[in-house]
């Protein structure tokens, strides 16, 4: 209960309870924009569940070889096109995304892309959608099979 000061209206009280309550957002607002700011429990788990299944998808997708080169879109794209629950960028931001990919590629090869381009990294042929192979999938595996028949006469 707000009680006037002196001429009895009750005015400062008022006004100086919402500046303190303007502040006060200011400052929480400011205080959850730091770097060292912890997250929730779900937002520390979500960033988690992320980060593994970014894990998973690396381990299955890219390959560590000397001739390798991708484009971090290109990554982004295989990667929303695996897991349907990171389709659109509202359920993981592009910038996530690549974050991830950053630290893999600076881990896996200790290099840094430019303008998007990573090398000695590549992006893996998979079966589509519905399980069909794709066309890149079926030129490796024919490869593959003459490389095979070709080591055999040898």
């Keep these: ?3 006037g000061t002196g001429n009895g209206n009750g005015i400062f009280p008022l006004s100086a309870g919402l500046a303190s309550g303007v502040w006060a957002g200011v400052y929480e607002l400011g205080r ?8 929730t429990r779900e937002e520390q788990e979500r ?9 998973d998808f690396s381990r299955q997708r890219l390959q ?3 001739s390798g080169r991708v484009h971090i879109s290109e990554v982004s794209r295989a ?31 200790g290099m840094k892309g430019r303008q ?3 090398k000695g990294i590549a992006l893996t042929e998979s079966a589509n959608a519905f399980g ?16 095979e028949a070709e080591r055999a006469k040898a």
């Design 1 to 3: 209960i707000a009680v």
């Design 32 to 39: 959850t924009q730091q770097k060292g700011y912890k997250l």
């Design 47 to 55: 960033a988690e569940q992320e980060q593994r299944d970014f894990d």
């Design 64 to 66: 560590i070889k000397p």
């Design 79 to 109: 990667f929303r096109q695996q897991y349907a629950r990171y389709r659109t960028t509202e359920q993981m931001s592009d910038n996530v995304l690549k974050g991830y990919f950053r630290a893999f590629a600076k881990r896996t090869t």
């Design 116 to 118: 998007g381009f990573y």
């Design 132 to 147: 069909a192979e794709t066309a890149g999938v079926t030129r490796l595996k024919e490869e593959q099979e003459r490389r």
